[in-house]
């Protein structure tokens, strides 16, 4: 979430270059719905800086971890221009549209580490040297800062992130010349959003604890947003930019503070208030069920063919209610 800068930036979630990416849709696109910062980091990895033979990357800055998400979007947006123009179409954009959102927060450090280092170990990403990310002498024992350190503490989640890019690979046409790629949208976001929920298990059993946030408010909603998407993960939902733009819609402009009465409150818009509801809601419902309602959900949704007409009226008809924000 948008923690208060006296929050340290090595929370959850710098090099500023040349040679810029336009955004999708078009250039005139408008820059709120993007990341902070989007346009003024590169999706080329030889940007980053090379000491003793290893490529080093600052994972705790903001600017080193949004240009790992870039990197990624420009190396796989080709597998994806039939889902969508302008590179829209590419599945990885819930990843980056949502790390805008929660780029004060830590949670997210290992999906990003885990998607960069996979494609990485799986040779999708080509690269020079060795990848190293900046340790930290705090908490140092809860991360890990190479592929062969990921690969050694999470190898499950580690499986998952290689898995998705292995599939894309498989893809590739047959024919050097030939530059059409036959990537499903429906696999390929099956596997981003498995691999997702793998290395966000991993964050939620470790940064739960309120020495990671300015406030209960906003622990809660962090760790309640997160367990939502367990929800839209299940229905496939499409993670394509625009998809994930309109589900971001009402995520919350400022920082939950304790005490808010969310219902009165006017820093929220109407839509936003949408959103904060739903997304306590469901969780907490499947907390006093003891799990039920998830199972009953999950076993419905991927037993037949509403997977994605659930996915879309679960964000369409619920988060995106009303239609004045």
Not at 60 to 79: A, E, G, P, S, V
Not at 244 to 262: A, T, V
Request: glycine share 4%; with cysteine; charged share 20%.
């Amino acid at each position: 979430m948008w923690s208060a800068l006296a929050i340290p930036t090595f929370l959850f979630l710098s090099l500023f270059s040349v040679g810029l990416a336009s955004n999708p849709e078009s250039v005139r696109a408008i820059n709120k719905n993007y990341p902070p910062f989007w346009n003024q980091v590169s999706g080329d990895i030889t940007v980053f800086p090379v000491k003793d033979n290893k490529i080093i990357i600052n994972i705790w800055n903001y600017l080193d971890r949004l240009q790992m998400y870039k990197i990624l979007i420009t190396q796989t947006n080709k597998y994806f221009v039939h889902i969508g123009a302008n590179d829209t179409g590419n599945v990885l954009w819930a990843l980056a549209l949502t790390y805008g959102k929660l780029y004060k927060t830590g949670i997210n450090f290992f999906e990003i580490v885990m998607n960069f280092l996979a494609a990485v170990e799986s040779k999708f990403l080509n690269v020079p040297y060795e990848i190293v990310l900046v340790s930290r002498g705090e908490n140092k024992s809860d991360f890990c800062y190479s592929v062969k350190e990921c690969r050694a503490s999470y190898p499950e989640a580690m499986d998952a992130a290689v898995e998705f890019y292995q599939y894309l690979q498989s893809t590739r046409p047959a024919l050097g010349n030939v530059s059409v790629y036959d990537a499903s949208e429906e696999r390929a976001t099956l596997l981003m959003w498995k691999a997702h929920r793998a290395a966000i298990d991993i964050g939620l059993s470790k940064f739960t604890n309120m020495s990671w946030y300015s406030s209960v408010s906003e622990r809660n909603f962090t760790v309640d947003f997160l367990n939502f998407m367990e929800f839209c993960e299940s229905t496939v939902y499409h993670s394509d930019f625009n998809s994930s733009k309109s589900f971001l819609l009402g995520f919350p402009c400022k920082p939950l503070e304790d005490g808010e009465n969310m219902a009165s409150n006017t820093n929220f818009k109407t839509r936003e208030k949408a959103f904060l509801t739903l997304v306590k809601f469901m969780p907490n419902l499947n907390k006093v069920t003891d799990g039920w309602f998830f199972m009953v959900w999950k076993s419905t949704v991927e037993s037949t063919q509403l997977r994605h007409s659930l996915g879309r009226f679960l964000i369409e008809t619920l988060l995106l209610m009303p239609l004045k924000a």
